[in-house]
């Protein structure tokens, strides 16, 4: 697994700044006062830090973003990194600016005097998320990551803050690295190995196999994975920190390859579909942090992993498979397979534990991303408190997520010919047609969100908090849903 920088909090030590190798990095707040750090390499640089903070290019700087002063006079160290930021900035900004360092370190040493910064756990949480690289299939050279000091006021504090920040990290790269491994690489088999392998953590990891799933009556399920050699699973990760309450099921779509079946998908982009186990990529994360950050809470991480894959034995079009919960499906699209491994994975779930609430991750619709872009995943819910609390946490986050209806008119679309169901609904909102299918197989009174994550999983361009690829999304949002509305 790819991992975190270590991140050390030390006593503020100003003639550190002369003596540190690599980067130092120091804080300026916006109206240009200069603090102890700042002061110091001022005069080091002969007022050329004091020259800066006057100019132009200053003002114009955001909040959170950072420039660098290279090989200054006075300095065993090859940069002086500026950042922009107040001393009591808000969490978005810190988050920024810590990431912005993180974009310069290389694999440098580096020495952040954070010094009273409000915000230096958050700081430090940037730095980290940001610090994420997926090299596992670079040959050649590989930057050995450089030591990271935050100078700060207050260590132990400020430690005490970050060990939980440091657990969600830990999620973050967990799914950014099963959502970038390429799908040779992570088969079903491999996927329910690096779970299995959270046992380490406390987590109860349990494995079904193909014979469980058709004793279990997973008949759509099964019925994606038919045409690949990998053997279609559902990993179920439980965390008991919490009492003897219900448990929070989070349910993830595994695909960990989608050509589309049968109703093959054209070949340009169609790599991109290493990514469609994504959702089960974000229920895993969290099920780490949770177990890394010993939550006090119940929750049941459930992943449906299967591969969809064109073959002799594969599903075909036209026909009708029985679901678990009984109801019958027209598979009138071999490519709409998401919904049909969630629509058995979420009964089982409910069947299973009883769950309070249920969220369901997936890489569901194209539609998604036409009607959104990469900015919000779709959201859906059948309960408003839930639900809010949820987009609450997203947005404390900063993860986009946007609510769409659910309104009882889009069945129509989902009416089949011979069979209780179609999976699918056409051209017009298919997002959220795809949602009205998998509503059909949420009890009336379970909570339930379902999140379209198919525009935010992986991006073609870097983010604040991610490089270029896998994103993580819905990690943070997810774990502080958690900690604010399950855990007291
Ligand atoms: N995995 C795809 C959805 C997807 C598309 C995810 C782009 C990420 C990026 C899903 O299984 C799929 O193929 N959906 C079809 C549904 C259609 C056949 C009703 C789609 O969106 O085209
Ligand atoms: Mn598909
Ligand atoms: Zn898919």
Not at 420 to 447: M, W
Request: aromatic share 6%; net charge negative.
């Amino acid at each position: 697994m790819t991992t975190p920088p270590q991140i050390s909090f030390t006593e503020i030590e100003l003639d550190a700044i002369a003596a540190a190798k690599g980067r130092v990095a120091i804080f300026v707040e916006g109206e240009g006062k200069l603090g102890l750090a700042a002061r110091r390499v001022n005069r080091l640089t002969k007022g050329a830090l004091g020259r800066f903070v006057a100019s132009e290019a200053f003002s114009k700087m955001k909040q959170g973003d950072a420039k660098t002063l290279g090989y200054p006079v006075g300095f065993a160290a090859d940069a002086v990194d500026v950042v922009k930021l107040n001393r009591r900035a808000t969490v978005p900004d810190a988050r920024k600016a810590g990431a912005a360092l993180a974009r310069l370190q290389g694999g440098d040493d580096c020495l952040v005097m954070a010094g009273n910064n409000t915000r230096c756990s958050e700081i430090a949480f940037g730095f980290a998320m940001r610090a994420y690289g997926f090299d596992a299939h670079k040959t050649g050279d590989k930057t050995t990551p450089g030591a990271v000091t935050f100078a700060v006021a207050k260590p132990e504090e400020v430690a005490a803050q970050s060990a939980p920040l440091a657990a969600v990290v830990e999620g973050v790269f967990f799914t950014r690295d099963l959502v970038n491994e390429p799908a040779n690489v992570l088969t079903t088999d491999d996927f329910a190995a690096r779970l299995a392998a959270m046992h380490e953590l406390g987590l109860e990891v349990e494995i079904l196999e193909e014979a469980d799933l058709a004793k279990l009556g997973m008949r759509t399920l099964l019925a994606v994975g038919e045409g690949s050699e990998s053997p279609s699973k559902v990993v179920v990760m439980t965390w008991n920190g919490g009492g003897d309450e219900a448990p929070l099921a989070l349910v993830g779509k595994g695909v960990v390859f989608d050509t589309g079946g049968i109703s093959i998908k054209p070949a340009g982009g169609m790599e991109d579909m290493t990514m469609d186990m994504g959702g089960a990529g974000v229920v895993s994360g969290v099920m780490r942090t949770l177990a890394l950050r010993k939550a006090k809470a119940n929750v049941v991480g459930l992943v449906g992993l299967v591969e969809n894959m064109p073959d002799g034995r594969a599903q075909r079009p036209g026909d009708v498979v029985r679901s678990m919960k009984g109801d019958t499906v027209e598979v009138i699209n071999t490519d709409a397979e998401g919904r049909l491994v969630l629509c058995d994975v979420m009964w089982y779930a409910q069947e299973r534990f009883n769950p309070s609430g249920m969220i369901d991750l997936a890489t569901l619709t194209g539609a998604v991303i036409i009607g959104l872009g990469h900015e919000n995943a779709g959201v859906f819910s059948n309960n408003d408190a839930l639900c809010n609390a949820f987009l609450k946490a997203a947005e404390a986050e900063g993860e986009g997520a946007w609510r769409l209806p659910l309104s009882p008119g889009y069945d129509e679309q989902l009416k089949s010919r011979i069979a209780d169901v179609k999976n699918v609904g056409g051209r017009p909102a298919g997002s959220i047609t795809a949602a009205k299918f998998l509503q059909r197989f949420v009890k009336e009174e379970c909570p339930w969100i379902h999140l379209d994550i198919a525009g935010v999983a992986s991006l073609t361009k870097e983010s604040t908090l991610a490089p270029k690829g896998a994103t993580g999304w819905g990690v943070m949002a997810l774990d502080r849903m958690i900690r604010d509305k399950f855990e007291g």
